[in-house]
C-alpha cells in the first residue's frame, strides 16, 4: 500500500479537466486561459480544447469581449455520464465552490 506521500505524488485526481474549468470559469467568467492553466496545473492548449470542447457540447458560451473573452455556464444542463445525469451542472459548481457560483 503506498505512503500518503507516494499518493501525493500521483497526477490524477477525482475531478476532471472539464468539470475543473467548468467550476473555475463559474467563479470567474472573465478569467483568461493562460490563468486557468496556471491554476489547473494543464498547458494554456489543454485549456483551449476544454473550452471548446464545452463551448460545442453547450456548456459554455462564450462571448468576445474587447481583446478579451467573458464566459457563461449553463447551470442548469445535466452531466454526461449515465451515473451523474440526474445531476446539474450547477449542483456540481456548487460543490466545487462550496456554495452558489455567481451570476
Known amino acids: 500500500m503506498p505512503t500518503p506521500t507516494e499518493d501525493a505524488t500521483r497526477?490524477?485526481?477525482f475531478?476532471?479537466?472539464?468539470?475543473l474549468v467548468?467550476?473555475?470559469v463559474a467563479a470567474d467568467p472573465k478569467t483568461r486561459m493562460r490563468d486557468l492553466a496556471q491554476r489547473l496545473g494543464v498547458t494554456?492548449?489543454?485549456v483551449q480544447r476544454?473550452?471548446?470542447e464545452l463551448a460545442d457540447a453547450g456548456y459554455l458560451a462564450?462571448?468576445?469581449?474587447?481583446?478579451r473573452n467573458s464566459y457563461a455556464v449553463d447551470l442548469d444542463r445535466p452531466l454526461r455520464h449515465p451515473l451523474t445525469a440526474h445531476r446539474t451542472?450547477?449542483?456540481l459548481v456548487e460543490f466545487g465552490?462550496?456554495?452558489?457560483?455567481r451570476r
Open 11 to 13: 497526477p490524477w485526481t
Open 15 to 19: 475531478l476532471s479537466s472539464y468539470a
Open 22 to 24: 467548468l467550476i473555475c
Open 44 to 46: 494554456e492548449r489543454a
Open 50 to 52: 476544454v473550452v471548446a
Open 62 to 67: 462564450v462571448t468576445r469581449e474587447g481583446r
Open 89 to 91: 451542472v450547477r449542483q
Open 97 to 101: 465552490l462550496g456554495g452558489k457560483p
